[in-house]
């Protein structure tokens, strides 16, 4: 879609931003990635996860915030690193996979702004002191279940030492390439936050059909590890240039 004409900056607010991160094994990681991603290591662990977000008021810059629209989405991804042409080394995710709740987002995503979304069902019950959400892909590829609470520090089984050090990580991560229906090329899209404050988020309880797949991740290569959430931030998505690839993931 080199041609196609996307609008530059689409702004909002991200109302809700659940970030539940899994460890990887390494060597199990990287023979997922498309080249030229490598998996960017936290105490010789990949991280991968799901971001789960509610998003409210998105609408291109320069409208008013009642034109904007809400939705409910869903995006798996991997932290990665790669180097440019240059040499420069630079990090981000790699997003196999987007789902959404809104058709308008389906429909877009890729066209009007970077990021193609399959449909979605999503159910959240948002109490803010404890969630519930469960979505469920309408190709039935993907499904997802999550319960949490407050609480005030991450797990002790976490390879994160502090929420201090698992917010520097994920906050690096802010440019994702996105696989689309072309096999080779992703989608890239960089976003910008008004603040960046992340709380820890106890999981009582997480299913993952992306996780469970066994012909991706073998028995005992991936664990749930924590997870992040995030409220009332304003934001901007601006696109970045697409990326060319050997492949797409296997998974992909």
Not at 123 to 139: A, F, K, N, P, Y
Request: proline fraction near 4%; aromatic fraction near 8%.
């Amino acid at each position: 879609m080199g041609g196609t004409m996307r609008l530059p900056v689409i702004q909002g607010l991200i109302r809700r931003r659940l970030l539940v991160n899994f460890r990887v094994e390494a060597d199990v990681m990287a023979r997922y990635l498309p080249r030229p991603f490598r998996p960017k290591l936290h105490r010789g662990y990949a991280i991968a996860g799901i971001c789960l977000i509610r998003l409210e008021e998105m609408r291109p810059t320069g409208l008013p915030r009642f034109c904007g629209i809400s939705s409910e989405n869903a995006a798996h991804r991997i932290a990665v690193v790669w180097n440019e042409a240059s040499g420069e080394l630079r990090e981000g995710v790699f997003i196999p996979r987007r789902d959404t709740g809104s058709a308008l987002n389906h429909w877009a995503g890729g066209r009007l702004f970077p990021g193609e979304a399959q449909r979605a069902d999503f159910s959240v019950t948002d109490e803010g002191s404890r969630i519930s959400l469960s979505l469920r892909s309408r190709d039935g590829r993907v499904a997802v279940k999550l319960q949490g609470h407050a609480c005030e520090a991450l797990p002790g089984s976490s390879c994160f030492a502090s929420l201090a050090e698992s917010s520097a990580f994920f906050e690096a991560g802010s440019v994702g390439f996105s696989v689309t229906r072309d096999c080779c090329r992703l989608d890239g899209i960089r976003l910008q936050t008004k603040s960046w404050e992340v709380r820890p988020l106890a999981v009582d309880h997480v299913e993952s059909s992306f996780f469970a797949d066994a012909s991706v991740f073998p028995a005992g290569s991936v664990t749930f590890d924590h997870a992040l959430i995030m409220r009332d931030v304003g934001h901007r998505w601006h696109g970045e240039a697409d990326m060319v690839t050997e492949r797409t993931s296997e998974g992909g």
